[in-house]
């Protein structure tokens, strides 16, 4: 046996590849996580509505109900063993025509069949009474209390941090472009010209795991991306509405939400267009128009001049509707963690142990001892909103809380270091913001990014031409020119 086998390799690092990677760290073995980016959180897990959903939009009886309602279950324990954002904030579905009501009930039945806890449909005054901004249109609204919100980048950032402390290697810049059969091995070619040899694969590649997979099987797969176009608010608007506010699904996917987000802001969004290219990420005035006028069907007066920035996630959509997870059958020790659309983010801490069970049994791999697994990991505290005194105590321990760099986030110095120096620290101007919000703001970094290009200089010993906004290509400074 080579050296250098591992026994998993997780292709991507987002919350499905790390959710994976977090449980498998459980066991007795050599796991590796790669990606193209040059961080964890670089494709559809950092850009979506972060709504923890309750679970009734999935079909009865498919992967995404199922998985959809274990994860809700699983993911506030797990926002506490982990330390990331979540608020258990429920959702509305608003129906704006009596016509409608049928689709509501229906709606109510299926959450039920799956499982989803204490729903009911609430009438126009109570839903009134609840949400004061609601749209003249509004009839009733089915009501989810479990639902929530998520801090999307934090639960990734978490679940990839945990997986390392307890031994998973990642590798960045890692763009897997073929495998191939090995003996009884897979070997995985990366585009940097390196190889990594492994006994299984887990295929968690967004929307490129159809590339992956038609690496190694006969039986091909399609991904179409989808996209989601939204509108971020400033933290004036962020509490236009208390819950996160849905219209009634179509088959374009849950129409356009208004939500509050973990941060303060208000989210709205997303459209539903197929594309041909996986990287389109740009933003659209047709999607962007589309989002302004629609999210007045259900919320009255959202405070629209408070847009700080617009941005666009790609869902990794496939004709059935539904996650593509198991072992591939001509393909022995791979297993597809693919297609994983909404619910996934909802999803992913069910997803996470279901496919380490398929890959326990693959391996027969064994648990570690329980004082060799460390299940929890604290998170770098947030200082929005905190006492002025508890500030100046910090600044007295560590000057560098005194310090502040983002001024819109109220972020300090301190927080940044702490954001460059954990285990998969930032690199980047982007993975700072991931991390602690620096940049997140009204002036979208605006003032801070200077500053912060500088500690990264400072602390990763890069020339100032080296620090880039998201990894190799975005660098910021191209050349310096002599002052006149
Ligand atoms: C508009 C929109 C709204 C959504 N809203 C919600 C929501 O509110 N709630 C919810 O539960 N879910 C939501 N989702 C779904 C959720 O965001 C996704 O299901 C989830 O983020 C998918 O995570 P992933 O890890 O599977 O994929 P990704 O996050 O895309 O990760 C895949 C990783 O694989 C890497 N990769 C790809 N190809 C290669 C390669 N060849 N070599 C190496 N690395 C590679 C990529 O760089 C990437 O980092 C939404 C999605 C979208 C687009």
Same mark, same amino acid.
């Given at each position: 046996?080579?050296?250098?086998?591992?026994?998993?390799?997780?292709?991507?690092? &987002?919350?499905?590849? !790390?959710?994976?990677?977090?449980?498998?760290?459980?066991?007795?073995?050599?796991?590796?996580?790669?990606?193209?980016?040059?961080?964890? !959180?670089?494709?559809?897990?950092?850009?979506?509505?972060?709504?923890?959903?309750?679970? /009734?939009?999935?079909?009865?009886?498919?992967?995404?109900?199922? /998985?959809?309602?274990?994860?809700?279950? %699983?993911?506030?324990?797990?926002?506490?063993?982990?330390? /990331?954002?979540?608020?258990?904030?429920?959702?509305?579905?608003?129906?704006?025509?009596? $016509?409608?009501?049928?689709?509501?009930?229906?709606?109510?039945?299926?959450? *039920?069949?799956? &499982?989803?806890?204490?729903?009911? +449909?609430?009438? *126009?005054?109570?839903?009134?009474?609840?949400?004061?901004?609601?749209?003249?249109?509004?009839?009733?609204?089915?009501?989810?209390?479990?639902? &929530?919100?998520?801090?999307?980048?934090?639960?990734?950032?978490?679940?990839?941090?945990?997986?390392?402390?307890?031994?998973?290697?990642?590798?960045?810049?890692?763009?897997?472009? &073929?495998?191939?059969?090995?003996?009884?091995?897979?070997?995985?070619?990366?585009?940097?010209?390196?190889? +990594?040899?492994?006994?299984?694969?887990?295929?968690?590649?967004?929307?490129?795991?159809?590339? =992956?997979?038609?690496?190694?099987?006969?039986?091909?797969?399609?991904?179409?991306?989808?996209?989601?176009?939204?509108?971020?608010?400033?933290?004036?608007?962020?509490?236009?509405?208390?819950?996160?506010?849905?219209?009634?699904?179509?088959?374009?996917? #849950?129409?356009?939400?208004?939500?509050?987000?973990?941060?303060?802001?208000?989210?709205?969004?997303?459209?539903?267009?197929?594309?041909?290219?996986?990287?389109?990420?740009?933003?659209?005035?047709?999607?962007?128009?589309?989002?302004? $006028? #629609? !999210?007045?069907?259900?919320?009255?007066?959202?405070?629209? %001049?408070?847009?700080?920035?617009?941005?666009?996630?790609?869902?990794?959509?496939?004709?059935?509707?539904?996650?593509?997870?198991? $072992?591939?059958?001509?393909?022995?020790?791979?297993?597809?963690?693919?297609?994983?659309?909404?619910?996934?983010?909802?999803?992913?801490?069910?997803?996470?142990?279901?496919?380490?069970?398929?890959? %326990?049994?693959?391996?027969?791999? $064994?648990?570690?001892?329980?004082?060799?697994? =460390?299940?929890? %990991?604290?998170?770098?505290?947030?200082?929005?909103?905190?006492?002025v005194s508890y500030w100046a105590e910090l600044a007295q321990q560590d000057p560098a809380y005194g310090n502040v760099i983002c001024r819109c986030r109220h972020v300090t110095e301190a927080q940044i270091l702490a954001a460059i120096h954990r285990p998969l620290g930032a690199r980047s101007l982007d993975g700072v913001k991931r991390?602690?919000?620096?940049?997140?703001?009204?002036?979208?970094?605006?003032?801070?990014?200077?500053?912060?290009?500088?500690?990264?200089?400072?602390?990763?010993?890069?020339?100032?031409?080296?620090?880039? #906004?998201?990894?190799?290509?975005?660098?910021?400074?191209?050349?310096?020119?002599?002052?006149?």
């Amino acid at each position: 046996m080579a050296d250098d086998l591992y026994d998993v390799v997780v292709v991507g690092a &987002g919350v499905s590849g !790390c959710a994976v990677a977090r449980e498998l760290s459980r066991l007795r073995a050599r796991v590796c996580v790669v990606d193209r980016e040059e961080d964890v !959180c670089c494709g559809t897990s950092k850009a979506n509505s972060a709504i923890v959903h309750a679970g /009734f939009d999935a079909q009865t009886g498919t992967l995404m109900a199922k /998985f959809n309602v274990e994860g809700n279950e %699983r993911m506030w324990k797990l926002a506490q063993d982990l330390d /990331f954002k979540v608020r258990r904030c429920g959702s509305l579905v608003v129906c704006t025509s009596e $016509e409608d009501l049928p689709g509501l009930e229906a709606l109510l039945e299926r959450g *039920r069949a799956n &499982g989803v806890p204490d729903l009911r +449909i609430v009438d *126009r005054e109570e839903l009134v009474a609840m949400e004061p901004h609601i749209s003249d249109l509004a009839v009733a609204a089915l009501w989810a209390p479990t639902a &929530g919100i998520v801090d999307a980048f934090g639960l990734n950032i978490a679940l990839a941090e945990n997986a390392a402390q307890n031994g998973v290697e990642f590798r960045f810049n890692a763009l897997v472009n &073929g495998i191939h059969r090995v003996e009884e091995d897979w070997e995985l070619l990366l585009a940097n010209g390196q190889s +990594i040899r492994t006994r299984c694969v887990v295929n968690a590649a967004g929307v490129f795991a159809d590339a =992956i997979h038609n690496m190694v099987s006969e039986h091909k797969i399609r991904i179409i991306p989808r996209k989601g176009e939204y509108l971020l608010l400033d933290t004036t608007a962020g509490d236009h509405v208390q819950h996160t506010i849905f219209m009634l699904p179509s088959v374009m996917g #849950k129409g356009i939400l208004v939500s509050p987000t973990v941060h303060g802001n208000l989210l709205v969004g997303p459209t539903a267009t197929d594309v041909d290219d996986p990287e389109s990420t740009d933003t659209t005035s047709d999607g962007l128009r589309e989002v302004a $006028e #629609k !999210c007045a069907l259900t919320v009255a007066d959202v405070p629209l %001049r408070e847009v700080i920035t617009s941005f666009a996630g790609l869902r990794a959509h496939q004709p059935d509707h539904e996650f593509i997870i198991g $072992e591939i059958e001509d393909a022995p020790g791979f297993v597809d963690c693919a297609a994983i659309e909404s619910p996934g983010l909802t999803s992913c801490p069910a997803i996470g142990v279901y496919v380490t069970d398929i890959v %326990r049994n693959l391996l027969s791999l $064994e648990e570690k001892d329980a004082d060799k697994w =460390i299940g929890t %990991r604290t998170g770098i505290p947030s200082l929005e909103g905190a006492p002025v005194s508890y500030w100046a105590e910090l600044a007295q321990q560590d000057p560098a809380y005194g310090n502040v760099i983002c001024r819109c986030r109220h972020v300090t110095e301190a927080q940044i270091l702490a954001a460059i120096h954990r285990p998969l620290g930032a690199r980047s101007l982007d993975g700072v913001k991931r991390r602690v919000t620096a940049g997140m703001g009204r002036c979208q970094g605006g003032f801070c990014s200077p500053k912060v290009m500088e500690i990264l200089e400072r602390e990763l010993g890069l020339g100032p031409e080296e620090v880039t #906004k998201c990894g190799p290509g975005s660098e910021l400074i191209v050349e310096r020119g002599e002052a006149q």
